[in-house]
């Protein structure tokens, strides 16, 4: 299948230098050219005032994730997008990415040459693609205008690939906070496509359209908190980490046998207090805040719509950010120690620290591999 198009880079030259390490040679001066020469770079400058601004931006990045063919290009007034994909029978499907991203690869890559998937995508939904550190003017779902990265960041996106399915409306009836393997990706499409918001929550659905062909019991680990169940924080409490999971779950198997196997995982998992819910676990739980519920009372009051899902409380029993998709260890460490470290607190932006924290990594010689 044709991959056409991708993200390309259009960042103003300030930026890119800050952000992206780019050096500027520095500009030899020579002596003043000939008026015939004059005439000449003239007319090079002429031609290149006509030229469109789009192929002038359209400088593809090395990393660029290519996205299918069949995305469509608009004016990207998403209001107006999701009435027209409602006159076609259609929904509004946006996906959010970035250049150098695995995930958003393995969408691309893994998901979108499945012959079921892409066909039920493209009759389905009208797909748009936006890149989480683009310049391109959008209106939002608020009608107010501004740059896709602003919109990404009005949209809390702090992971990639994130997904939003919008209704005839322009509300969104699902959400997809990172990448979902196939048989999972594909179920979510059909909850949106057939209108299933209207009847079940998505997670609810969730929880029993995508089984998975792995273990049928729950796995322990050593420091999982044991009962009674008492998240209440207080004056010097550890942050906390709450995980859910289900049997019958290929992710939560790859969680115990590799992610908690990992030592830059395990380091940081000292750092804090842990326990494990299943989906439909009648446990008694006081909450981080105080409340007392039921573990499957309080997974559907925190919109668990993944397993394995690790939602990362502070040490005040506020919810700092979750992990609600497919995530290998390197960025599995990266989201504890985002919390553990206090980074959130000056920095809101997870991407922005994972890309600081590679950085980091790579200046001090460890080697930096995102699907590792």
């Known amino acids: 299948m044709s991959l056409g198009r991708r993200f390309t880079n259009t960042l103003p030259i300030a930026q890119l230098t800050a952000e992206a390490n780019v050096k500027l040679k520095p500009i ?13 770079l003239l007319a090079v400058v002429a031609s290149a005032l006509l030229m469109p601004l789009s192929a002038i931006a359209q400088t593809a990045s090395p990393h660029a994730i290519e996205v299918p063919a069949w995305f469509s290009e608009t004016f990207l007034d998403l209001r107006e997008d999701a009435r027209e994909a409602a006159k076609e029978g259609k929904r509004l499907m946006i996906y959010f990415g970035q250049d150098g991203c695995p995930y958003c690869k393995a969408l691309m890559q893994t998901n979108f040459t499945q012959p079921r998937i892409v066909q039920k995508t493209r009759s389905k939904f009208v797909a748009l693609a936006l890149n989480i550190w683009g310049d391109r003017q959008v209106t939002g779902l608020d009608g107010r205008a501004m740059p896709e990265k602003e919109f990404a960041r009005a949209m809390r996106v702090q992971f990639t690939p994130t ?23 594909e179920a979510a499409l059909d909850y949106v496509a057939a209108g299933l918001e209207k009847k079940q929550a998505f997670a609810s659905y969730m929880k029993d359209a995508a089984k998975d062909a792995a273990s049928d019991r729950l796995h322990d680990e050593p420091f999982f908190m044991r009962p009674p169940y008492d998240l209440r924080r207080g004056s010097g409490s550890k942050p906390l980490a709450v995980i859910f999971e289900t049997p019958y779950c290929s992710g939560c198997d790859e969680l115990h046998k590799e992610g908690f196997a990992r030592a830059e995982v395990k380091a940081e998992l000292e750092r804090f207090d842990i326990t494990r819910f299943a989906l439909g676990d009648r446990a008694v739980v006081i909450t981080p805040v105080g409340d007392s519920a039921r573990a499957e009372e309080w997974a559907r009051a925190l919109n668990i719509v993944y397993t394995p899902s690790i939602v990362l409380f502070d040490g005040s029993g506020r919810e700092v950010i ?8 390197f960025h599995l460490a ?29 200046r001090e010689g460890r080697p930096v591999d995102l699907w590792k």
């Open 163 to 185: 997904l939003l399915f919008l209704d005839e409306s322009a509300n969104v009836v699902a959400r997809l906070n990172g990448y979902y393997p196939p048989h999972r990706f």
């Open 334 to 362: 990266g989201a504890l120690a985002y919390v553990s470290s206090g980074a959130y607190r000056t920095e809101p932006s997870f991407q922005r620290f994972m890309k600081a924290r590679a950085e980091r990594m790579s």
């Open 322 to 329: 979750r992990t609600e998709a497919y995530l290998r260890p």
């Open 28 to 40: 030899a001066v020579t002596p003043a050219p000939s008026p015939s020469c004059l005439c000449n």
